[in-house]
């Protein structure tokens, strides 16, 4: 980590975001407990080295069907904002950038062909599944503004940390992700169509299907396989 000076006022977030990080998400972060003591400045470097160890370590999930994305990977970059916020290590915003830019190449998923849309357009959002609705006994393919949201704070993080810097790659890597973000906002999370009570946002397994069918479901997304059945 680099050197410099850490007062007792930075100890408090940094302890919170490890130890919250510490109890939730996943069995390798709940093996370990981690603690910042502030009176010793060795003790809270170590304890960050440990953090960055378990990131680079981390088995990446390949979708957001069960949420991997949007309730884990995503609060590990966060908690990568908090150690940058304050110690402006280049090595803990490289590994933002690289968690951010991962979650950017996820959105939908185009290996299984599963694509949230509405009006034949493509959502770009991060599909999960949902038992509560079934269509055919297979859960439901959806997404929400929650699990939106989690997965765009740590990229508008990294963003934010990426314009504050003198250089100038750091600065069009950050108009990127805004760029990014604003689609997911524009598309989904402040899209005219939630508003618009004369369309109409329903499941989708196959367009001939889904007209034979006529169900509905109280999803407000359009899932549809391009060339396999649900």
Same mark, same amino acid.
């Given at each position: 980590?680099?050197?410099?000076?850490?007062?007792?006022?930075?100890?408090?977030?940094?302890?919170?975001? *490890? /130890? !919250?990080?510490?109890?939730?998400?996943?069995?390798?972060?709940?093996?370990?407990?981690?603690?910042?003591?502030?009176?010793?400045?060795?003790?809270?470097?170590?304890?960050?080295?440990?953090?960055?160890?378990?990131?680079?370590? $981390?088995?990446?999930?390949?979708?957001?069907?069960?949420?991997? *994305?949007?309730?884990?990977?995503?609060?590990?970059?966060?908690? $990568?904002?908090?150690?940058?916020?304050?110690?402006?290590?280049?090595?803990? /915003?490289?590994?933002?950038?690289?968690?951010?830019?991962?979650?950017?190449?996820?959105?939908?998923?185009?290996?299984?062909?599963?694509? /949230?849309?509405?009006?034949?357009?493509?959502?770009?959002?991060?599909?999960?599944?949902?038992?509560?609705?079934?269509?055919?006994?297979?859960?439901?393919?959806?997404?929400?503004?929650?699990?939106?949201?989690?997965?765009?704070?740590?990229?508008?993080?990294?963003?934010?940390?990426?314009?504050?810097?003198?250089?100038?790659?750091?600065?069009?890597?950050?108009?990127?992700?805004?760029?990014? $973000?604003?689609?997911?906002?524009?598309? !989904?999370?402040?899209?005219?169509?939630?508003?618009?009570?004369?369309?109409? !946002?329903?499941?989708?397994?196959?367009?001939?299907?889904? *007209?034979?069918?006529?169900?509905?479901?109280?999803?407000?997304?359009?899932?549809?396989?391009?060339?396999?059945?649900?």
């Amino acid at each position: 980590m680099t050197k410099c000076s850490r007062s007792a006022k930075y100890c408090a977030p940094l302890t919170i975001t *490890l /130890l !919250f990080f510490a109890f939730i998400s996943s069995p390798n972060l709940a093996s370990s407990n981690y603690y910042l003591k502030s009176e010793h400045s060795i003790s809270i470097e170590k304890e960050i080295e440990q953090y960055l160890d378990l990131f680079d370590s $981390l088995v990446l999930p390949e979708n957001n069907y069960t949420r991997g *994305l949007s309730w884990n990977y995503s609060e590990y970059i966060l908690g $990568l904002g908090y150690i940058y916020e304050y110690f402006n290590d280049q090595d803990v /915003l490289a590994r933002m950038v690289r968690g951010s830019d991962y979650l950017i190449s996820r959105r939908n998923d185009y290996y299984d062909k599963l694509i /949230l849309y509405v009006d034949d357009q493509m959502l770009p959002v991060w599909p999960a599944f949902e038992d509560r609705w079934k269509l055919n006994n297979k859960a439901v393919p959806f997404t929400n503004h929650l699990m939106t949201a989690n997965i765009m704070q740590p990229i508008a993080m990294t963003a934010l940390f990426l314009s504050q810097s003198g250089n100038r790659a750091h600065q069009e890597k950050a108009r990127y992700y805004i760029r990014q $973000l604003e689609q997911t906002l524009d598309k !989904f999370s402040f899209s005219e169509l939630w508003f618009d009570k004369q369309k109409i !946002f329903s499941y989708m397994q196959t367009r001939q299907n889904f *007209l034979k069918s006529k169900k509905f479901l109280p999803i407000k997304l359009v899932n549809q396989y391009r060339s396999t059945e649900f």
